[in-house]
């Protein structure tokens, strides 16, 4: 039994993708010469590379078992896939723009005898459709945020992260249709067939998200000094204490912690007693 995993072959969220798979154990062989698919260390496992657009139907159709795409483009393709787990990154949002010098400001000012371009127009019809407009839909696949202003339309649809492109192109966020992220999704059949092996995929990632910012925190402390310790020191499941052999006694302590939360527990522990203090970084927590 085996599984077929699309990921995106290139863009903004190609890399990231990659890189969580080989976090989670599943490094490709051949990464350096890329082909349309990709053994890994896992001999019942292969990568896919395709458009991140078409990976919803990939997954949909069963060419692929599982998929990293954006929900975007999910609810775009409209693919019936089980989504399995938020990966945590690529966030962005489908927005509604006018031109700043325009007289729309909100989505009421709106006319059915004006035009909206977009990338995005299953989801744009189904906005204007929840709004109760009926304008005329024209299809693009790039440069939305220039449409308004070589006379293509009046307003867009667009994704933007930040506004930023947005706004140096003068244009003006009305609404936002949708919010977006990466996610890991599963084509429904393969799920029940193949349950196994794709929940230790979902797994392993989910255990690389978890360990995400997290430090193991390891110390030595004297028996006498370990309220004190215990007083100071946070821990994701409680604190790990076990006996060290030395002449004073004096136990190991370890627990797991949030990265921003180490610059000043360090100082606190060493005020409260511990020593040979290491902060290491997490690989999984499962």
């Known amino acids: 039994m085996k599984i077929k995993i699309a990921v995106p072959s290139k863009g903004r969220i190609s890399e990231p993708s990659i890189n969580i798979l080989e976090k989670a154990g599943l490094g490709l062989i051949d990464k350096n010469n890329r082909k349309l698919i990709s053994k890994t260390f896992n001999e019942n496992i292969e990568v896919m590379f395709a458009r991140a657009s078409d990976i919803p139907e990939f997954v ?8 990293i795409t954006g929900v975007d483009l999910i609810e775009e393709s409209e693919s019936d896939v089980v ?7 690529g966030q962005t949002k489908l927005v509604l723009a006018a031109p700043e010098e325009s007289d729309i400001n909100s989505v009421d000012e709106i006319r059915n005898d004006m035009k909206i371009a977009t990338e995005f127009p299953v989801l744009t019809k189904k906005y204007l459709d929840e709004k109760g407009l009926d304008l005329k839909i024209v299809k693009l696949s790039g440069s939305t945020e220039a449409a308004p202003f070589i006379g293509i339309a009046d307003l867009i649809t667009d994704l933007t992260s930040t506004g930023t492109t947005l706004k140096m192109n003068h244009l003006e966020i009305i609404d936002v249709l949708l919010e977006s992220s990466i996610k890991l999704i599963a084509n429904e059949d393969s799920l029940k067939s193949k349950k196994e092996l794709i929940e230790a995929v979902s797994t392993s990632i989910k255990g690389v998200l978890d360990a995400d910012r997290k430090k193991l925190v390891t110390m030595n402390v004297k028996t006498a000094d370990l309220d004190k310790v215990k007083e100071v020191m946070p821990s994701m499941g409680g604190l790990t204490i076990s006996e060290v052999l030395s002449d004073e006694k004096t136990v190991a302590v370890q627990a797991v912690i949030d990265e921003k ?20 970084p997490i690989e999984r927590i499962i």
């Open 83 to 89: 989504e399995l787990l938020d990966l945590r990154f």
């Open 261 to 280: 939360q180490v610059f000043e527990l360090v100082n606190d522990l060493r005020n409260a007693g511990a020593k040979d203090i290491l902060v290491m």
């Open 60 to 67: 949909n159709d069963g060419v692929a078992d599982m998929g």
